[in-house]
């Protein structure tokens, strides 16, 4: 059985943006990647047929990145096992799924469905209650 021209289109598609050596590419450049014209494109895919294609693609692609991804993880874990601060936080942003978070000073109000108002500073709760 012999391959569509639709498939051929979506084969070179999806080889292009699996590999990580390729800038992903955005939707108007998928023609250059296919080697057809716009209205050709849309003639074989739908919107939504399109945007299939690139979730497959970034799957790929993720895929392809796991060992790479693996020996960047190895050596941020070497580094921070030898001390390095700045590897440390990292390690932790990624793992932990922290960040630092800055709160500046506002004031917030929930109106609760009895009527009630409440008042809250930021400030407050950052700095803790003040003393009078």
Request: aromatic residues 8%.
């Amino acid at each position: 059985m012999a391959i569509t021209a639709k498939q051929k289109h979506k084969n070179k598609l999806l080889f292009f943006m699996a590999d990580p050596e390729n800038e992903f590419p955005m939707r108007c450049k998928f023609v250059d990647v296919i080697g057809i014209t716009k209205q050709t494109m849309y003639k074989h895919f739908t919107p939504a047929e399109l945007s299939e294609i690139e979730n497959e693609g970034l799957i790929m692609r993720r895929t392809r990145c796991a060992a790479i991804s693996a020996r960047v993880d190895k050596g941020l874990i070497k580094k921070a096992e030898d001390g390095d601060a700045a590897a440390c936080k990292l390690y932790y942003q990624r793992i932990e799924h922290w960040s630092e978070k800055t709160i500046s000073d506002q004031n917030l109000k929930i109106s609760l469905p009895s009527g009630i108002e409440v008042n809250f500073s930021t400030e407050a709760m950052v700095d803790g209650p003040t003393k009078d």
